[in-house]
């Protein structure tokens, strides 16, 4: 079975940073767009992020635009999600996804077909 693999993921003070990895072994990451996606308790899952494959395509959740940045390293098959400025609404599983996503389709989930199992990012002082 296809697998992304997150890491990262932890405390953090508010105002601090983290990067979260997303990686494969057997996906080529840079075939497909990559979405980051995150979901806290009893809340919905929301957009964060989502690259091209071609990197030329990027958009970022309003509640996070401005603080957060998603780069893909091809050399090393993997996409960060780089973290700024974190406040403690950002606490959630936080989820990378890969698929044939399209401009019309790069922002929903339902555009992704393989998903990873998510890293926990928690905010508190």
């Known amino acids: 079975q296809l697998q992304l693999v997150e890491s990262g993921g932890g405390l953090v003070q508010p105002g601090g940073s983290l990067r979260l990895s997303c990686t494969s072994s057997?996906?080529?990451?840079?075939?497909?767009?990559l979405g980051w996606f995150r979901q806290a308790p009893g809340k919905e899952r929301e957009e964060v992020s989502c690259i091209s494959s071609d990197s030329t395509i990027r958009f970022y959740g309003d509640s996070v635009k401005g603080r957060f940045t998603t780069v893909r390293a091809n050399a090393d098959n993997t996409v960060y999600l780089e973290m700024n400025n974190l406040k403690p609404e950002d606490t959630a599983v936080y989820f990378c996804?890969?698929?044939?996503?399209?401009?019309?389709?790069?922002?929903?989930?339902?555009?992704?077909?393989?998903w990873g199992q998510g890293t926990q990012v928690t905010v508190s002082s």
């Open positions: 057997e996906i080529p990451l840079d075939y497909y767009a």
């Open positions: 996804a890969s698929g044939p996503a399209i401009l019309s389709t790069i922002r929903r989930s339902s555009a992704y077909t393989t």
